[in-house]
C-alpha cells in the first residue's frame, strides 16, 4: 500500500511539531519536512520548484511569523510580508503541482477588536481589528480568502482553521518576544529560582483569554483535514469556511497567571502593571461549529500547563542566556 505523503510546513514549530508528532503514529503516511535552510518559504522559486519535484498529497500549513503583542509592535513590517509570503507561495505552488488537500492554520486575531463574545466564524471582516497585531492578523485573513479562491476557481479542497491562543511543547520562551504564557512560565520559574518576592505581568490582569494546548490543536487539525468533503462543505459556506478551534471556555489573565504560579511553584506575589497594553478585552471562541463536527478539546488549562512546565524543565538548558 502506497503511503500519504504529507508535507507539514513548520515542523519545527509549537504546531508543526505537534501535527508531526501525531502523524508520527500512522502507518500509511510519509511525513516530507524541510528545514528553513532547506527550504527558504518565503522564496517563491524555491517553493515552486519544491512541489514540483516532490509529489505531495496533503499540506498542513503551519509555518507562519508569530509573536506577542511586543513583537507584533515592534516589527510590523516583517509580520506581514513574511506571512504573506509564506502562504502565497505554498498555497499557489501546491495549486500549480496538483495538489487537492490543504489545512491552513491562522489565528483567532482575524476578528474585530470588539467583536461579540463568544466569536463566531461569521464575524470575520465586520469591524476594525486590534491596533497591536493588525499586520499579521491582515496576513491571517489573506490566507483564508486564499484559500477560498482557490476552492471557487480551481476546485480544490483547501480548508482554514482558527486557533485561540496556544501553548505547549516546542513554544517560544523568549523573554521579550513570546506569548502570554511561555512568557509568565519563564519569568514564574526565574523568579522562584532566585526566590524573589514578585513576578510582574503585563496590563491589569482583566482581560478574558481563552487557551488551547498544542496538541489538542493539532488533533483538531487532523481531524478538520481528513473530514470528507460532504460534511466540511455541508457545514461552511464557500466564502465562510474557516473553522473556529478552541476549548469555548476562558479565564482572565489574573486567573492564568494565579495557576500558573501553582504550577510552578511560586509562593509570591504577583503584581499587574497597568500601564502595559492590555490588548483585546475578550477573546472567546464559539467552537460549536468545530463541536458538531465532532471534535472536542481534551486538556484544561491546568493540565495542559502542567505539561508545559514538565517539558520546559526538561529543556531549560535551551533557554538560558
Known sequence: MSKKRIFVAGHRGMVGSAICRLLQTRNDIEL????????????????????????????????AKVGGIHANNTYPAEFIYENLMIECNIIHSAHLAGVQNLLFLGSSCIYPK??????????????VLEPTNEPYAIAKI???????????????????????????????????????????????HEAKEINAGEVVVWGSG???????????????????????????????????SHINVGTGVDCTIREMAETMAEVVGFNGEIVFDASKPDGTPRKLMDVNRLNSLGWKHKFDLKSGLTLTYSWFLDNLNSYRG
Open 32 to 63: 516530507v519536512l524541510r528545514t528553513h535552510s532547506e527550504l527558504d518559504l518565503t522564496s517563491q522559486s524555491d517553493v515552486k520548484e519544491f512541489f514540483l519535484t516532490n509529489k505531495i498529497d496533503e499540506v498542513y500549513l503551519a509555518a
Open 114 to 127: 470588539l467583536a461579540a463574545q463568544p466569536m463566531k466564524e461569521s464575524t470575520l471582516l465586520t469591524d
Open 142 to 188: 489573506a490566507g483564508i480568502k486564499l484559500c477560498e479562491s482557490y476552492n471557487r476557481q480551481y476546485k480544490h479542497d483547501y480548508r482554514s482553521v482558527m486557533p485561540t491562543n496556544l501553548y505547549g511543547i516546542n513554544d517560544n520562551f523568549h523573554p521579550e518576544n513570546s506569548h502570554v504564557i511561555p512568557a509568565l512560565m519563564r519569568r514564574f
Open 206 to 240: 482583566n482581560p478574558m483569554r481563552e487557551f488551547l494546548y498544542v496538541d489538542d490543536m493539532a488533533a483538531a487539525s487532523i481531524h478538520v483535514m481528513e473530514l470528507n468533503s460532504e460534511t466540511y462543505q455541508n457545514n461552511t459556506q464557500p466564502m465562510l
